[in-house]
């Protein structure tokens, strides 16, 4: 019997391609966001909301992930926004090598705010980065109050919990503070948001703290070494 | 086999098993057996630095010793950690 220690992380590959798209970001000033919800959460209405708050501002572009149909990248498109649409033919994530070869057929040019719209799931995308500077987590209001303890893996990876939807509050049962104490437990240090992108409330706070994290980040190219990536 | 999962992994321990031994059936592999080191999150008090006992699956939101905030450590491992293999190779037999 032959004994070998291995120690290597499993999804080693997908981390090299990460750290490769990681370093072409950096170099193109480009703030990454990687959007991560349920189905049906509005991670496309946010972005649409995003984009016709932020064209004028920020020369953006998106990737969406989706078992099939190229809905969400056209919805995206007619905002006036280059938008790739990435057809994963039944898996449930994106992984990094999958946005390699979306941004080299999609040749977007220089972009300052790439959004990255995972496939609508809270389990699989969370272990798959994708060099982005973090990620979102988006929880609508009608999803229940019980998810972030349920689906802790995401919620404690996510630095940004966006709470969506918060126009149907009144009519839902979804208590905000129990759901904004379970979000701060699994991730203490973490941003939460509350926004509807049907009235804008919150829109203001989510694009404020794009662009406030986008002149981080080139302030940061600017000065110092980067910080290192968070696993 | 031996691999680490953590809590935090969105990996499901028997699911993992049960998948391995699908993939390595009808292979040479087959009959190797996957071996999982479950690595849970631990909640450590911001206060008194002491981690808190836990049922698996539940969470804690206020230190149960001093009401302190927590904050979460580790848990989020997928690793291979280590290999043990019986070989048949000719070459490692001793030379006459």
């Known amino acids: 019997v032959s004994d070998v220690d291995v120690r290597t992380r499993i999804l080693a590959a997908n981390e090299a391609a990460a750290n490769g798209l990681r370093a072409r970001f950096r170099a193109g000033g480009t703030l990454v966001v990687n959007l991560i919800s349920a189905p049906g959460s509005g991670k496309t209405s946010l ?46 994530h994106l992984d990094a090598r999958q946005l390699v070869t979306a941004l080299d057929a999609a040749r977007f040019g220089d972009v300052d705010l790439l959004l990255v719209e ?27 109050e019980d998810k972030p303890f349920k689906y802790p893996a995401i919620f404690a990876r996510a630095e940004v919990c966006v709470i969506s939807k918060v126009d149907l509050l009144p009519y839902v049962s979804f208590r905000l503070d129990e759901v904004r104490d379970q979000v701060r437990t699994l991730r203490p240090d973490g941003r939460i948001l509350e926004c ?10 989510w694009c404020s703290l794009l662009e406030a994290r986008l002149a981080a980040k080139r302030a940061g190219i600017a000065g110092a070494a980067p910080p290192p990536a968070r696993r | 086999v031996w691999v680490a999962v953590g809590e935090l992994s969105a990996v499901e321990p028997d699911l993992l098993r049960f998948a391995w ?26 206060r008194c630095g002491e981690p808190s006992e836990r049922a698996a699956g539940s969470w804690l939101r206020l230190c149960p010793r001093c009401q302190g905030p927590l904050r979460l450590e580790g848990g989020m491992e997928l690793d291979l950690v280590r290999l043990a293999f019986v070989t048949d190779d000719p070459l490692e037999e001793p030379r006459p």
């Open chain 1, 47 to 92: 972005l649409e909301q995003t984009i016709v708050r932020l064209r004028d501002r920020l020369r953006i572009a998106a990737v969406d992930g989706d078992i099939a149909t190229e809905r969400d990248a056209d919805r995206l498109r007619q905002l006036g926004i280059p938008a790739h649409q990435i057809l994963t033919g039944g898996s449930c």
């Open chain 2, 21 to 46: 031994e699908a993939v390595t059936a009808g292979t040479r592999d087959a009959g190797s057996t996957l071996e999982v080191e479950w690595r849970p999150a631990r909640q450590v008090c911001e």
């Open chain 1, 196 to 205: 509807s992108a049907r009235t804008g409330e919150g829109m203001s706070d």
């Open chain 1, 118 to 144: 995972n496939v609508g799931n809270l389990i699989c995308p969370t272990n798959y980065d994708l060099g982005e500077d973090f990620k979102v987590v988006l929880l609508s209001v009608a999803e229940g």
